[in-house]
């Protein structure tokens, strides 16, 4: 088969970009496209907490992204009638615009091929078999480059679209099209002698089932977000998510205590998640679909970069594996038996975690019961930390524990 590239890697969010750079460090022929140009926005949180941080140490780039960062002393959770919860982790933020490019940046540097704004349109097959690619230029050059359609020919074809349902459907690899939440978010400047530095997740008793959220950013910035997920047992009375950021900005004392005379740096933009390791085939044959294309946000929190990451570090090594054994086709099924291996139980029980936390009385109960160096702070920071699961006290039995040990 005729290849302009060993790996073609089609979406260069944290997922594709980890993948890029783990295979080209290796010495494989990667080209890594995206619709867009880099430096560019994407709709986040921002906030790296400790499975980000460590799979941006694997991949050799906690002190670049540390440097440009904004750090933060720890993550504050506040349940709907205003109990708190202080979970002293180190985590941080950096703008998506800056995370991705030095992700990017570093890919290239290790040999990947960059090409943007090419936006992905349909699979290529010869023989049956996948290889390659067909894409048309992205946003807002079309006129530039014409309108011509562009043919990458590959052994492998590595999916890290993100949450983009479409081009899922056009890999033919999607088994469910609506997504899992919707979120929206907007920075702000705060205002002389205001400072945030903490993360802040917070249930607003009218809003529920859903969080809001406000972050540290660099330079005296907040992002500040509001979610809810569409597969809990009750959804919000409002579920236009702008209206919702807004009640949250209106009624969190928090919010408007952070908010108080900040500056709105930009529009508030929405966009859809894709959790719980569902709604795409994992793999098959020479086509892996890895980060948020595959579902690997979490449920309950919404937090997907640090998984983003890993999963496009273990498509790298299916692929490494698949061309030492001299079986190409085989780097499919040996990615999506380890992502089912190493984490079909943690996403399920991310799953049933939301459901439980939907229930406003039971995170009151667990906050009102809460004590810092208490049984639910450490349960819950070994959580965050990933020594434990959600489940360990977002069940039965870890209620039953959090009612005795508390
Ligand atoms: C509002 C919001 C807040 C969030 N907050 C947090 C947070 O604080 N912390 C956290 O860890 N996670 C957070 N998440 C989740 C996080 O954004 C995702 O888990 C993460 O971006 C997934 O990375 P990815 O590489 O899989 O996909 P993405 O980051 O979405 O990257 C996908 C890439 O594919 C490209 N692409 C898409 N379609 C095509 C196409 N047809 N052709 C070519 N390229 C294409 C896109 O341009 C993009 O660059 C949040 C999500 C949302 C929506």
């Not at 496209?33 to 460590?54: E, N």
């Not at 991705?100 to 570093?106: G, P, S």
């Not at 480059?145 to 983009?164: M, Q, Y």
């Amino acid at each position: 088969m005729h290849a302009d590239t060993e790996v073609l890697v089609i979406g260069a969010g944290p997922a594709g970009a980890a993948a890029a750079a783990e295979l080209a460090g290796a010495g494989v022929d990667v080209i890594l496209a995206d619709r867009h140009t880099f430096p560019r926005d994407k709709i986040c949180g921002d906030a790296l907490i400790p499975d980000s941080a460590q799979a941006l140490t694997e991949l050799g780039l906690s002190a670049r992204i540390a440097a440009l960062a904004a750090p933060a002393e720890g993550l504050e959770l506040h349940a709907p009638a205003g109990d708190g919860v202080y979970l002293p982790v180190p985590v941080a933020c950096l703008p998506r615009r800056r995370l991705d490019a030095e992700l990017v940046a570093q890919a290239c540097e290790r040999g990947a091929r960059l090409r943007v704004p090419w936006q992905f349109t349909r699979l290529l097959h010869e023989h049956g078999e996948i290889c390659g690619a067909e894409f048309r230029p992205g946003a807002g050059t079309a006129a530039a480059s014409g309108d011509a359609e562009l043919e990458i020919r590959a052994r492998w074809l590595l999916l890290a679209t993100g949450a983009n349902a479409a081009a899922l459907s056009a890999a033919g690899t999607c088994t469910r099209k609506q997504p899992s939440a919707i979120a929206a978010r907007a920075y702000f400047r705060l205002a002389p002698g205001r400072r945030c530095e903490r993360l802040y997740m917070l249930m607003e008793p009218k809003l529920q089932p859903g969080y809001g959220w406000i972050f540290p950013c660099p330079g005296g910035t907040v992002n500040v977000g509001w979610i809810y997920f569409y597969d809990n047992p009750r959804l919000p009375a409002e579920q236009n998510v702008r209206r919702l950021f807004e009640r949250f900005c209106r009624t969190s004392a928090i919010a408007r205590h952070m908010l108080d005379g900040a500056a709105m740096l930009d529009d508030v933009q929405g966009a859809p998640l894709r959790c719980g390791l569902t709604g795409a085939t994992l793999g098959s044959e020479r086509l892996l679909v890895l980060g948020e294309a595959a579902g690997t946000t979490y449920s309950f929190s919404g937090e997907g970069i640090g998984k983003a990451l890993e999963s496009g570090g273990l498509a790298a090594r299916s692929v490494l594996a698949a061309r030492r054994c001299g079986r190409p086709a085989s780097a499919g099924a040996n990615y999506a038996q380890q992502m089912e291996a190493r984490y079909r139980a943690r996403y399920l029980a991310y799953k049933r975690a939301q459901t439980w936390l939907a229930r406003a009385p039971i995170a009151n109960l667990i906050a009102r019961r809460a004590r810092p160096g208490g049984y639910i702070s450490h349960t819950l920071q070994a959580v965050l930390e990933e020594r434990a699961g959600p489940d360990a006290l977002l069940s039965l039995r870890g209620m039953l524990q959090a009612l005795v040990r508390h």
